[in-house]
């Protein structure tokens, strides 16, 4: 994380020192997908089987673009993702459902390039845990939440485009990929088998659960201006207008 930090305060600067334009947009936002908990003792276990399990997020971003190709944005969302299982029992019978929903508070920094009005868009995610509910075919497992950390850190990776805008105010829409870098239970968590408590057999060693999201994404931007270099001065100006 210490090595992103220092790559992106690199990459920062050095657009500043070079860009001929620096513009400023807000933009409200939310997305919609499917989430899950990727466990390697889980999807190589015959027993369980994946199931699509709805996820959303809402919120804003404030963008810093430096000339018209490349800039960085700050997104705060709140977020609700949800892991979803069948598995059979030999003691409980089949098709069972182990459940998992939380709800997040998350924090984003994004790299962004955009060309011919498609953007590419790559960055790190931190993500503070407001509260997690895991249910095994409708029943509640009590005291749960203990097992699954309070924040974790992810990738993000998305593309979209503009598709509409004006002089002041753009559409965009794209998809977006996430994928858990930390372990989103407790090493007590572990011993205990979460994800899947319910299993009647420890597996032989523990896995790594990382949280993983696709989605789609929609945002409003809108200008609030930018500073401009004008031919008699090296020196950065500020005008109210929009990209």
Request: hydrophobic residues 35%; neutral net charge; charged residues 20%.
């Amino acid at each position: 994380m210490k090595n992103i930090t220092l790559a992106i305060c690199f990459l920062l600067t050095s657009l500043v020192a070079s860009a001929q334009e620096i513009w400023i947009e807000a933009a409200l936002k939310g997305g919609y997908g499917a989430s899950s908990l990727l466990n390697k003792n889980i999807l190589d276990d015959d027993a369980y089987s994946y199931q699509v399990a709805p996820s959303y997020n809402f919120g804003g971003k404030l963008a810093l673009n430096f000339g018209a190709f490349n800039g960085f944005s700050m997104e705060g969302l709140l977020s609700k993702g949800a892991a979803k299982w069948q598995y059979d029992s030999p003691l409980l019978g089949s098709d069972r459902d182990n459940e998992i929903e939380w709800k997040n508070i998350d924090a984003l920094l994004l790299f962004r390039h955009i060309n011919h009005r498609v953007y590419f868009e790559l960055g790190p995610k931190y993500s503070k845990l407001r509260s997690v509910k895991h249910s095994d075919t409708g029943a509640e497992v009590a005291g749960a939440d203990k097992y699954y950390k309070k924040d974790y850190i992810s990738g993000v990776l998305g593309f979209g485009g503009y598709i509409t805008g004006t002089e002041t105010f753009s559409l965009g829409l794209g998809l977006r990929f996430h994928y858990g870098l930390t372990d989103f239970v407790t090493s007590d968590g572990q011993k205990a088998g979460y994800p899947n408590p319910g299993r009647l057999t420890p597996y032989e060693s523990t896995a790594v659960t990382r949280p993983i999201l696709a989605e789609f994404m929609v945002e409003f931007n809108f200008g609030i201006g930018h500073w401009a270099q004008t031919s008699c001065s090296e020196r950065m100006h500020f005008y109210r207008s929009g990209r």
